[in-house]
């Protein structure tokens, strides 16, 4: 497809479970951004990518989450342990350039809304 | 400590009449603002943008206003239609393309 594809689309998870959430990003590009959306609330800055490289995960809210993208295309989110506050709705974001250069609109996936119970 | 604020959670327009959404932010190192626009069960969707050095930004029927010494944006839909009914986000980051800081969201409903 043309856009950014998240899957899956649904999860519940039971506490204490490890999730794993996939982000297709729109081909060739550069930037990916992960950002986390709690119900009723707007999206929160989660970690970046550049290609492969993580350049910030200051939003990561503990060491339970982690990301990567190894290849410089698709990338994971990965919750171990989840518990009843990482229930959200996860968005995965991608543009085409480089921060302050030109093509630097962010297109967003569908998400990929986590329930835990 | 909420960088990016929108105040009105919500805000009902008569179909062809104007819809102002608001929003204020904090921080003094944000240089680019957004609107996205999201429907439920949807990503948020890139509506218009500004950067700091300018105070307006037209696209079609909607138009951006930048003041940047009140840190205040506001988005203009005019005229509005039912199909802009949807949440409205505004965003701000300290350069083109670098992480955004969201504000709460408006939700909009235009009434035909």
């Known amino acids: 497809g043309a856009g950014v594809s998240q899957s899956p689309r649904y999860k519940v998870a039971k506490r204490g479970q490890d999730v794993a959430l996939r982000c297709d990003p729109i081909?060739?590009?550069?930037?990916l951004f992960w950002y986390q959306q709690a119900l009723g609330q707007g999206p929160e800055f989660l970690t970046y990518?550049?290609?492969?490289?993580?350049?910030?995960k200051s939003g990561l809210p503990s060491d339970r989450f982690f990301a990567e993208r190894p290849e410089g295309s698709v990338s994971t989110l990965k919750i171990q342990r989840t518990q009843q506050e990482d229930s959200a709705v996860y968005l995965c974001a991608s543009s085409l350039g480089l921060a302050g250069t030109m093509n630097t609109e962010a297109f967003f996936g569908q998400g990929t809304r986590l329930t835990v119970v | 400590d909420q960088q990016v604020k929108q105040n009105s959670p919500s805000l009902s327009v008569q179909e062809g009449r104007i819809s102002i959404l608001n929003c204020d932010y904090t921080n003094s190192m944000f240089d680019y603002f957004l609107w996205y626009k999201k429907y439920p069960a949807e990503g948020p969707t890139f509506l218009i943008s500004?950067?700091?050095?300018?105070d307006k930004n037209e696209d079609g029927r909607f138009t951006v206003f930048l003041n940047k010494s009140a840190k205040h944006l506001s988005l203009h839909i005019v005229p509005s239609q039912p199909g802009d009914s949807a949440v409205y986000f505004c965003?701000?980051?300290?350069?083109?393309?670098?992480?955004?800081?969201f504000g709460g969201g408006t939700r909009v409903l235009v009434k035909p």
């Open positions: 500004i950067s700091s050095i300018k």
């Open positions: 990518f550049q290609n492969e490289a993580q350049l910030d």
């Open positions: 965003a701000a980051s300290q350069a083109a393309g670098n992480k955004l800081t």
């Open positions: 081909s060739g590009h550069v930037s």
